[in-house]
């Protein structure tokens, strides 16, 4: 009997406590069915039908901001039609049964180099509320102020806010900008220049200018020497012809020639001092000024062979004079070392003629023949073909330049302008060695 009471207390226990337990089981059961009810009752809209076709569903254009007048004549000339366009066409393709209505439309647009962010007077479309219609493809005009975009390579979007949908519409957007190819040209032809000045004063200019500065000094020596008028008129009037010589780029000449008119700088310098030291011996004098005096002609004329003969008498007059008078004289200065320059003018010829061969008088023969003379041919040479050659050259090396640079790699081109425009100045001063070969090439053909 108390085995069947203490049995049924604790089936009793049993069933009590696996009551408690399944009760807050069935209140979560109850609370999630709460929290997941709402979720069940949920009415998605419908998606819309609204569809981009190719070539609006990502835009990519590539444009220049250019003046008008010859900046923008330049960019219609080297660039495609696409990069001067004020307008782009959406094409949007709704296949939704119902109209479509844009309530709202926004650009975002902003420069992956300087962050600069356009603005709805930059881009902008004709109308911000417009209905598409039904199973229709419609446009949509961008309008794009190229004026008032600085360069930089812009990227974005373009978001359509659609009636009665939830999601906006969105087109991805990039937009490159550059600066018109007048200001690059001018940059370009400023670094070729450059480059061909630096060509020029190492090959013909330094040379030039250490010629230069020693007639310079050559000027200053007459100037300061103690001759009469008349002497330093006619040393000037050489000096002249020197200047011509140097002008001219005959600078192993000028060379010869300035060593020369010194030469006879220090004869006529030599000359004075001989008049100084005979004045008090008259008869010597009288014998000397006659000889000085034509020494004098032959020098400014140039004869250096005639000069050096008489310099040899009034020389033998004065070995003579100092023989007789031992000491009463003795200290006339002699001409020897005048001779001695005089020798040195004789032996610097600056050129010589050579006989023409059989050959060179045929060529003339032909020439006289043609009717073209040998003063037109270099005079053609000189004054068309060489001028003709470095402006082809010049303009060649441009369109090389402006085409690797601006065309094609410069998308973006003056977004960073010191190392943009840096760039075409370098590549300038570059080109100056292919215009180096080229001229070698003409120079080596005409030896």
Request: overall charge negative; hydrophobic content about 40%; some cysteine.
């Amino acid at each position: 009997m108390i085995k069947k009471i203490i049995f049924f207390v604790i089936l009793s226990l049993i069933i009590f406590q696996f009551s408690s337990l399944a009760q807050p089981e069935t209140a979560i059961v109850e609370e999630e069915t709460i929290i997941e009810s709402p979720e069940a009752t949920f009415n998605p809209q419908p998606q819309s039908l609204l569809i981009a076709l190719q070539g609006t569903e990502h835009i990519q254009l590539q444009l220049v901001n250019c003046w008008e007048g010859l900046d923008c004549a330049l960019a219609r000339l080297i660039l495609p039609q696409s990069a001067l366009i004020n307008h782009r066409q959406l094409n949007l393709d709704n296949r939704d049964t119902t109209p479509v209505e844009i309530i709202n439309t926004d650009i975002v647009l902003s420069g992956n180099l300087t962050n600069y962010q356009l603005t709805a007077e930059n881009i902008f479309f004709d109308k911000k509320v417009k209905s598409l219609p039904a199973n229709r493809i419609s446009n949509l005009s961008l309008n794009i102020d190229r004026s008032q975009l600085p360069p930089e390579q812009y990227m974005g979007a373009i978001y359509l806010t659609l009636a009665n949908r939830a999601e906006r519409f969105i087109l991805p957007i990039g937009i490159d900008v550059r600066v018109g190819p007048l200001i690059p040209l001018i940059v370009i032809f400023l670094g070729i220049i450059i480059g061909r000045l630096i060509k020029y004063m190492n090959e013909e200019g330094t040379p030039q200018a250490e010629t230069l500065k020693a007639w310079n000094r050559l000027k200053l020596d007459i100037r300061e020497a103690s001759l009469s008028e008349t002497d330093k008129k006619e040393l000037n009037l050489m000096a002249d012809d020197l200047r011509k010589m140097i002008n001219r780029q005959q600078l192993e000449a000028a060379k010869i020639e300035e060593e020369i008119l010194r030469n006879r700088l220090n004869i006529l310098i030599d000359l004075t001092r001989i008049e100084q030291q005979i004045n008090n011996d008259i008869d010597l004098s009288q014998s000397l000024n006659s000889y000085l005096t034509l020494a004098r002609q032959y020098l400014f004329r140039k004869e250096d062979e005639k000069c050096q003969e008489i310099l040899q008498k009034i020389n033998d007059l004065l070995d003579s004079s100092m023989a007789t008078a031992r000491g009463g004289v003795g200290g006339v200065f002699t001409l020897n070392d005048a001779i001695n320059r005089l020798t040195q003018n004789i032996e610097h010829l600056p050129y010589s003629i050579t006989p023409k061969t059989g050959l060179e008088h045929f060529q003339h023969f032909l020439i006289t023949l043609s009717g073209v003379s040998e003063q037109v041919r270099t005079d053609a040479t000189f004054y068309i073909a060489r001028p003709l050659l470095s402006l082809v050259l010049l303009i060649g090396l441009s369109i090389v330049g402006m085409g690797s640079l601006y065309v094609e790699n410069g998308r973006a081109f003056g977004a960073n302008p010191f190392a943009d425009y840096l760039g075409l100045v370098l590549w300038g001063l570059s080109a100056d060695v292919t215009s180096r070969k080229l001229s070698n090439l003409q120079d080596n053909r005409e030896e």
